[in-house]
């Protein structure tokens, strides 16, 4: 019998049933059982561990109580490894447009982690019935020249989820964002069998309370899922060296060739073609600022690193 992992914790895993014209429906059982499963001890001497997301097959053990064994592991298209989740096809981005205002630094680490991981994100911008500057549109054009998908959305009125709800249609969708932003609350519009706690923000620091305390995967409906993951407040890079940190801002890509020097890390070199673009006004501000400061970072982080070599700044 065949399936996927919808959650998994301290040892247990549960297997969802696939939805209707998901994967190979023979050797599916019934769409929307769950089984809780164990996995068998191969898996550990082929140093093999399932993850959220797996498709599996597993043999039934206790089909009243839907207790079962995972006897085997599907073959994995993708494998995230921060939220660790298998068979990921997009990532859902989630900021507020108000309270906490977008911290955009931080949202551009999220798109980075996730371009490093292979998967393309969306940017989901909430609390729209809060914006009363139109912020939110900005935002959105900023993100959509660089080749971002964008929408915004209030999951407060349920605006814009109908809109949202068919960009995860026959797709798993990480969600990520950090605490606050409304993230349960978008989920518990998108779907009904599962409810998520949701927390108020706190006046003090106008960050969110975690609520997720695991990672879940929630089906929606043909095919489609969303994992929702616990909040993160910052956020490495995964060993990411500085001069290809340039090839994860996209909009620069065109602007490169006409810079002077082929190794430009356009920050100090003259002649910079980025840099000429940012004055022409065709690459954002604010965008660039974030890059030079990841820049520093990860000049920083190299010069700590033992046997690390800073090549010379032309």
């Not at 209707?20 to 001890?41: D, I, L, R, T």
């Not at 989820?161 to 990520?176: N, Q, Y």
């Not at 990672?215 to 910052?234: K, N, Q, R």
Request: charged share 25%; hydrophobic share 35%.
């Amino acid at each position: 019998m065949r399936g996927r992992i919808i959650k998994g914790i301290a040892g247990s895993y549960y297997v969802r049933g696939w939805e209707k014209g998901e994967g190979n429906a023979a050797g599916a059982f019934p769409s929307g059982h769950v089984y809780e499963c164990k996995a068998k001890g191969v898996f550990r001497k082929e140093k093999l561990r399932p993850l959220v997301g797996d498709e599996v097959e597993i043999d039934v053990l206790d089909q009243e109580k839907k207790l079962g064994n995972i006897r085997k592991l599907l073959p994995r298209h993708s494998e995230l490894i921060r939220p660790a989740v298998a068979n990921v096809d997009q990532a859902l981005v989630i900021f507020s447009i108000a309270q906490p205002k977008p911290g955009f630094n931080l949202l551009d680490r999220f798109l980075i982690m996730m371009r490093q991981q292979g998967i393309e994100s969306i940017i989901c911008l909430n609390k729209a019935d809060l914006d009363q500057e139109g912020e939110g549109e900005r935002y959105c054009r900023i993100y959509a020249a660089c080749g971002y998908r964008t929408l915004e959305v209030s999951a407060r009125q349920a605006q814009g989820i109908d809109s949202l709800r068919a960009m995860l249609e026959g797709k798993v969708t990480v969600v990520a964002g950090p605490s606050g932003v409304g993230k349960s609350s978008i989920i518990n519009c998108l779907q009904s069998d599962i409810v998520m706690e949701t927390g108020e923000i706190s006046t003090k620091i106008q960050r969110g309370k975690h609520t997720t305390r695991h990672s879940e995967l929630i089906a929606l409906g043909d095919g489609a899922y969303i994992l929702d993951t616990p909040g993160f407040s910052s956020l490495g890079l995964f060993d990411l060296d500085k001069r290809a940190l340039a090839g994860y801002y996209p909009e620069f890509a065109e602007h490169v060739k006409s810079c002077r020097y082929g190794d430009c890390t356009h920050v100090s070199e003259p002649d910079c073609g980025v840099k000429a673009a940012l004055e022409a006004g065709d690459i954002s501000r604010m965008r660039y600022g974030n890059y030079c400061l990841l820049f520093d970072e990860l000049s920083r982080t190299e010069s700590r690193s033992p046997g690390s070599r800073q090549r010379p700044t032309i």
